[in-house]
Each structure stands twice: as structure tokens, then as C-alpha cells.
């Protein structure tokens, strides 16, 4: 399987508000109510989805694999940080994509991430194969 129609070079910004809900106090990965790196995480991978989706044929999707995430810096509650995703690699089914973080003041994170295309009725049998015990 291939990733037709996905090349080095797409890329993206994506934008996102620091509310309570994306606080490390909120979510308990620490006591403070700065952005977590959870929420960094689920930020990053949202817009990686959100860039290779609108290129993928019909009945494909993507999942991640692996991430390599650096969380550089605080970033307020009620602060916007903005996501800039590239595609930089693409071998057969396998992508990696790099992202940036900043908030209004600094880079505060970066990341490599690896998604898989997948055919998704395969997929979901995989999944369906599992719950019912047989895979």
C-alpha cells in the first residue's frame, strides 16, 4: 500500500486556545494550570489527522505509531498556541511528519511524529476479529 497523493513538503498550521480542560492540573499530569504536554500531544497528533485526511483516498485513514515529543516551555491558561505540521517523509504506507508549537511569545514544543495509512474495513476487522476473541 502506498500513500498516493501525500508528499514531503505539505504542511499546515493549526490553532488551538489554552482552556482549563488543557491544563496539567486538569488533566493530572501536574498541578499547574499551564498546558499540558498531554494536550501538547493530542494537539499535535488532532493536526497531523487533520492535514493528511482531505489527501487520502476513500476508505483510508491514518493511525499513529510513534511520537518524539519535546515540550519546551510553559504556556498560560487562555493563551493561543498555533501548530505548524510538515509532512517530511513518506515510505509506502509509513509518514513522518515534524511539528512546531508556539504560543504568542515562543517556541514551546516539537515533535516527530509516524502515522501508518491504513485500508480501514481491514482495520476494523482486525478489531472486530480481537472482541470476538479470534484474532
Not at 492540573?25 to 494537539?43: C, D, E, K, N, Q
Not at 504506507?93 to 512546531?100: G, I, K, Q, S, Y
Request: net charge neutral; glycine share 8%.
Amino acid at each position: 500500500m502506498t500513500a498516493e497523493g501525500l508528499a514531503p513538503g505539505l504542511a499546515g498550521e493549526f490553532t488551538q486556545v489554552v482552556t482549563d480542560e488543557l491544563t496539567a492540573g486538569h488533566i493530572g499530569s501536574g498541578s499547574l494550570r499551564v498546558y499540558a504536554t498531554p494536550a501538547m500531544l493530542m494537539f499535535i497528533e488532532r493536526s497531523c489527522v487533520a492535514l493528511l485526511a482531505p489527501h487520502l483516498e476513500e476508505g483510508r485513514t491514518t493511525v499513529g505509531l510513534a511520537v518524539q515529543l519535546r515540550h519546551l516551555a510553559p504556556t498560560p491558561l487562555g493563551k493561543t498556541v498555533r501548530a505548524r505540521v510538515e509532512l517530511v517523509s513518506v515510505e509506502g504506507n509509513l509518514l513522518t511528519l515534524r511539528a512546531e508549537v508556539w504560543d504568542e511569545v515562543e517556541k514551546v514544543g516539537e515533535a516527530e511524529h509516524r502515522r501508518a495509512v491504513i485500508d480501514v474495513a481491514r482495520f476494523l476487522r482486525r478489531v472486530e476479529a480481537k472482541k470476538a476473541g479470534t484474532a
